[in-house]
């Protein structure tokens, strides 16, 4: 499907507008939800799947309170339960949130307007004053509203199969600096305050758990929110898990962080069974009583039903001579699976508490499935990216006993303790021209007690099962896949397409033409070689994973990881972008998972949710948190939105919800106080705020509330227009480089001079795309003049800057990157010229040229065998990718050979 830059045109402008001054807009009328096929996002699941996903709808052709039905590819109505996450300005539909649990996946289905079918079994919520009730016709679950625990009970039926589950953490007082140092460990749980029913029902429940660590001596710390999601049939609940870090990464250390809950053991102790499953379906088998291998042979029946793990025949039919011998063969209660690295787990078991360990078995890379449990009913319990974010550990306790202890560990208590302390001593840099020096050499922007943790976060997935029975083996492999890659439904991409959404600036992979098959294959190769750079230079970890690294060391033939603001990237020049605009045009699975990992890492660890800076991200360095630039340009929830629609994850949305105010924290940071050369104060009402990469962020904060209609939406939807409609008025637009806002007001004061202020940085945080959103859904022609200004100029010559602003715009770099701006200007304007001046920059900017090797080495000399390409900086990785995918949708027709 080839897009052309007059049909583009025509579509802009046939789009209905919203006026600035309209405050009560009525929905249109809606044409009605065209049918919609989706399919599985890695091919159809071998068993019963649940899943949660959004489907975006054209401009005014879905009313808002649309209801929906799903059909199978067979033709069966499926049950569906659906929401409204966005509305376009005109009230109609932009996106909608679907869930379903089906016991036999089909290959696809199809959305639709309708009304959805009941489920046989739905999922049904008790909402009492002391504790919720959730039932899923298969399981009940208690949630009480205060003390320890945040899941009471889980019941299968009338059976009991696990309790008194809580929230753990071992803090510890200080790092072991020698190898005599000791430290001491103190235990807290969870301490519930407050619980809220999120959803109902029929299909989806969820049920959010908020609170904090508390230890016996009734001290707190590590806030943490969970959710539980329970679905109709499901015999599961998944458990969305997250905790922000509220100390300064100075002292009070985190060595041990995990989810606990007690099993009860009702079978005989050669009924009762662990299983943990390493790679792929290969699985540590085992019976608490081991009947195997004795000297005396209990009988081939015997033995085959404990492998099985079905209930064995009664002992008194078993060869005697092992029937009067059973007290003396050794019931093993503790079984522990530790994944320290990324590339080896230890399993090892024991008795019980005061004896000694039993190496069992090691491997690479564990599930992070296991089991405890027996004939009459166990608990699998599962980690997602259980290796990725090492170090992991399942721990099953007195499993000889009637109460097993299951915990997952997020962070081992094996691993010692989480070291989050700044890594150097700051080096003298205790004065803005000293910290600037050092910015000189390390590029590391350093400033004295900066360089902290404190309000950072991190989410994990999980997922507890509550059986029957001891699952077979290919039952335990169908759960350690759904733990490794949750069932996912995506959209058409043509639909995607042509629903216009995130600013319309993607269109199909296409190589239908040799200029187009080029930059495709380079497009490829840029992603498949990241790819193969988290494995091969293991970029995983606890707060790693999900990040890549800045820039190359052409001596040393490894990343920058230890020099300063080179090593983690923490989205620099948006490769978060980068990777979503990818997937929405290629629907591919590979890309999908990497923006999706990126997406949990970047927007919990590279953000600050508590504290002064709650609201702002952290520049790239060696730490996530050890840069002194704290910016709305990591922080921006223009980063955060692909997850949110494409997967209605509630966590996402929290983060979203956080940004709201944000535009509060250029009160008490200065983000140009390193370089300023008059003295500044920050005042409420005249806020100096950046019309890039600060005002970018917050737009995408504004206009996010403003389409979920968010408890802030009046305020958020004031705050975007006021200062579009006064940045739009400043006689050079978005070249003057920034304004003063009033917190009040929601407004830019007035500028009556042409001023010249261009940063090669301010466009490239998310700008060019949230403006091209806003220019889609908002009828103010000043501000498209002032955007499409400085798409014309930033590549334009210093004569035609000069003529136009009064001065050109100095020396400036990233022009490829630049070129979509320049190709987006060429189709509002109509202007073939620029459309050409467009693809001249692409394939001639400072960035990468069709001549390079494209191609990458291998390399032996480092510690692990891998790939390297000197020429590859991921600055330039992101803009290009955004810059050949956006002036693709946007002038693919008029593409010309480099």
Request: hydrophobic share 40%.
């Given at each position: 499907?080839?897009?052309?830059?007059?049909?583009?045109?025509?579509?802009?402008?046939?789009?209905?507008?919203?006026?600035?001054?309209?405050?009560?807009?009525?929905?249109?009328?809606?044409?009605?939800?065209?049918?919609?096929?989706?399919?599985?996002?890695?091919?159809?699941?071998?068993?019963?799947?649940?899943?949660?996903?959004?489907?975006?709808?054209?401009?005014?052709?879905?009313?808002?309170?649309?209801?929906?039905?799903?059909?199978?590819?067979?033709?069966?109505?499926?049950?569906?339960?659906?929401?409204?996450?966005?509305?376009?300005?005109?009230?109609?539909?932009?996106?909608?949130?679907?869930?379903?649990?089906?016991?036999?996946?089909?290959?696809?289905?199809?959305?639709?307007?309708?009304?959805?079918?009941?489920?046989?079994?739905?999922?049904?919520?008790?909402?009492?004053?002391?504790?919720?009730?959730?039932?899923?016709?298969?399981?009940?679950?208690?949630?009480?509203?205060s003390g320890s625990e945040v899941v009471s009970q889980i019941w299968r039926g009338d059976v009991l199969i696990a309790h008194k589950g809580v929230l753990v953490n071992l803090k510890q007082d200080k790092i072991a600096e020698t190898e005599e140092g000791g430290a001491v460990r103190e235990r807290y749980e969870s301490d519930v305050q407050k619980v809220t029913v999120e959803q109902a029902g029929p299909v989806r429940a969820v049920v959010k758990v908020e609170g904090r660590h508390k230890s016996r001596k009734g001290m707190t710390w590590l806030p943490f929110s969970i959710r539980l999601y329970f679905v109709a049939g499901a015999e599961n609940v998944r458990m969305v898990h997250t905790f922000v870090y509220d100390r300064d990464g100075q002292k009070d250390y985190i060595a041990g962080l995990g989810v606990r809950f007690s099993v009860p053991m009702r079978d005989a102790a050669y009924d009762r069974h662990v299983r943990f499953v390493g790679e792929g379906h290969g699985a540590v088998s085992e019976a608490v009583k081991g009947i195997t291998g004795l000297r005396r042979d209990p009988g081939a029946a015997v033995r085959a039903a404990q492998i099985a793990g079905t209930k064995l025949p009664d002992p008194s039919t078993w060869d005697q001579r092992v029937t009067?011998?059973?007290?003396?063969?050794?019931?093993?209660?503790?079984?522990?699976?530790?994944?320290?690295?990324?590339?080896?787990?230890?399993?090892?078991?024991?008795?019980?508490?005061?004896?000694?360990?039993?190496?069992?078995?090691?491997?690479?890379?564990?599930?992070?499935?296991?089991?405890?449990?027996?004939?009459?009913?166990?608990?699998?319990?599962?980690?997602?990216?259980?290796?990725?974010?090492?170090?992991?550990?399942?721990?099953?306790?007195?499993?000889?006993?009637?109460?097993?202890?299951?915990?997952?560990?997020?962070?081992?208590?094996?691993?010692?303790?989480?070291?989050?302390?700044?890594?150097?001593?700051?080096?003298?840099?205790?004065?803005?021209?000293?910290?600037?020096?050092?910015?000189?050499?390390?590029?590391?922007?350093?400033?004295?007690?900066?360089?902290?943790?404190?309000?950072?976060?991190?989410?994990?997935?999980?997922?507890?099962?509550?059986?029957?029975?001891?699952?077979?083996?290919?039952?335990?492999?169908?759960?350690?896949?759904?733990?490794?890659?949750?069932?996912?439904?995506?959209?058409?991409?043509?639909?995607?397409?042509?629903?216009?959404?995130?600013?319309?600036?993607?269109?199909?992979?296409?190589?239908?033409?040799?200029?187009?098959?080029?930059?495709?294959?380079?497009?490829?190769?840029?992603?498949?070689?990241?790819?193969?750079?988290?494995?091969?230079?293991?970029?995983?970890?606890?707060?790693?994973?999900?990040?890549?690294?800045?820039?190359?060391?052409?001596?040393?033939?490894?990343?920058?990881?230890?020099?300063?603001?080179?090593?983690w990237d923490n989205s620099e020049l948006s490769p978060d972008l980068w990777l979503w605009y990818a997937f929405l045009r290629s629907g591919r699975a590979d890309i999908f998972r990497f923006a999706e990992a990126m997406t949990r890492h970047t927007g919990e660890v590279d953000v600050y949710h508590l504290g002064q800076w709650a609201g702002l991200g952290t520049r790239h360095g060696v730490q996530h948190w050890a840069d002194s630039a704290k910016q709305q340009r990591i922080s921006t929830a223009a980063y955060r939105r692909f997850y949110y629609y494409l997967t209605a994850d509630e966590r996402t949305g929290d983060l979203l919800s956080e940004l709201v105010d944000s535009d509060k924290t250029f009160l008490v940071l200065d983000p140009l106080r390193k370089i300023r050369t008059e003295p500044y104060t920050p005042d409420p009402h005249a806020l100096s705020i950046g019309l890039g990469t600060d005002w970018s962020g917050l737009a995408a904060a504004w206009l996010t509330e403003w389409e979920r209609q968010g408890p802030k939406a009046d305020v958020a939807k004031a705050k975007l227009l006021g200062t579009m409609e006064t940045i739009g008025a400043m006689p050079n637009g978005f070249v003057t480089g920034s304004g003063l806002y009033d917190l009040d007001t929601g407004r830019f004061a007035p500028v009556t001079e042409k001023i010249v202020s261009v940063s090669h940085l301010s466009a490239m945080f998310g700008e060019v795309e949230i403006c091209a959103e806003l220019i889609d859904l908002v009828d103010m022609?000043?501000?498209?003049?002032?955007?499409?200004?400085?798409?014309?100029?930033?590549?334009?010559?210093?004569?035609?800057?000069?003529?136009?602003?009064?001065?050109?715009?100095?020396?400036?770099?990233?022009?490829?990157?630049?070129?979509?701006?320049?190709?987006?200007?060429?189709?509002?304007?109509?202007?073939?010229?620029?459309?050409?001046?467009?693809?001249?920059?692409?394939?001639?900017?400072?960035?990468?040229?069709?001549?390079?090797?494209?191609?990458?080495?291998?390399?032996?000399?480092?510690?692990?065998?891998?790939?390297?390409?000197?020429?590859?900086?991921?600055?330039?990785?992101?803009?290009?990718?955004?810059?050949?995918?956006?002036?693709?949708?946007?002038?693919?027709?008029?593409?010309?050979?480099?």
């Open positions: 499907m080839e897009v052309s830059r007059r049909t583009v045109l025509a579509g802009l402008a046939a789009v209905p507008a919203v006026s600035l001054l309209d405050s009560n807009i009525q929905p249109a009328a809606a044409a009605g939800a065209p049918d919609v096929k989706l399919s599985w996002l890695e091919g159809k699941p071998t068993t019963a799947a649940v899943t949660t996903w959004g489907t975006p709808w054209p401009k005014g052709a879905v009313p808002a309170n649309q209801s929906f039905a799903l059909k199978a590819s067979d033709g069966t109505d499926v049950p569906v339960q659906s929401w409204p996450t966005a509305y376009w300005p005109d009230g109609s539909l932009k996106w909608s949130a679907h869930a379903i649990a089906v016991e036999t996946p089909a290959e696809s289905y199809t959305l639709g307007a309708g009304t959805a079918t009941a489920p046989a079994r739905p999922v049904t919520v008790k909402n009492e004053k002391l504790y919720v009730d959730v039932d899923t016709g298969v399981i009940r679950t208690r949630i009480r509203k009067t011998r059973l007290q003396y063969i050794p019931e093993w209660g503790d079984y522990s699976l530790s994944q320290l690295t990324s590339d080896g787990f230890t399993v090892r078991k024991r008795t019980k508490t005061g004896f000694g360990w039993v190496p069992v078995d090691q491997g690479k890379r564990a599930s992070g499935l296991g089991y405890v449990g027996g004939v009459s009913g166990g608990f699998a319990f599962g980690l997602r990216d259980f290796w990725q974010r090492h170090p992991t550990q399942l721990d099953i306790r007195n499993a000889a006993t009637d109460e097993a202890e299951v915990t997952v560990w997020l962070w081992s208590p094996d691993a010692g303790a989480m070291d989050t302390r700044f890594y150097h001593d700051g080096m003298g840099q205790d004065t803005y021209p000293k910290q600037l020096e050092g910015l000189n050499i390390t590029y590391e922007d350093y400033e004295p007690a900066f360089g902290t943790p404190y309000g950072i976060a991190r989410t994990s997935e999980l997922t507890f099962w509550a059986l029957e029975a001891t699952p077979s083996a290919a039952r335990l492999g169908d759960l350690a896949d759904q733990v490794r890659t949750p069932p996912q439904l995506i959209n058409p991409v043509d639909h995607l397409v042509s629903t216009r959404v995130f600013g319309g600036l993607f269109s199909p992979v296409d190589r239908s033409v040799p200029a187009k098959k080029a930059i495709e294959d380079h497009l490829d190769f840029l992603f498949d070689f990241y790819r193969g750079q988290v494995e091969s230079r293991h970029w995983y970890g606890f707060w790693d994973y999900g990040d890549i690294m800045h820039t190359f060391d052409e001596d040393r033939l490894v990343w920058r990881y230890d020099v300063g603001g080179y090593a022609p000043k501000f498209e003049a002032a955007w499409l200004q400085y798409c014309r100029l930033f590549n334009a010559t210093r004569a035609e800057q000069t003529a136009e602003c009064g001065a050109h715009f100095g020396n400036l770099i990233l022009r490829q990157g630049h070129a979509r701006l320049t190709a987006y200007a060429s189709v509002r304007l109509d202007r073939d010229d620029l459309a050409a001046r467009a693809w001249k920059e692409f394939y001639t900017g400072d960035g990468y040229a069709p001549t390079l090797p494209w191609t990458a080495e291998d390399v032996t000399s480092t510690l692990n065998p891998t790939e390297a390409a000197k020429w590859v900086s991921t600055n330039t990785t992101a803009l290009y990718g955004l810059s050949a995918i956006q002036t693709l949708a946007l002038i693919g027709n008029q593409i010309v050979n480099p």
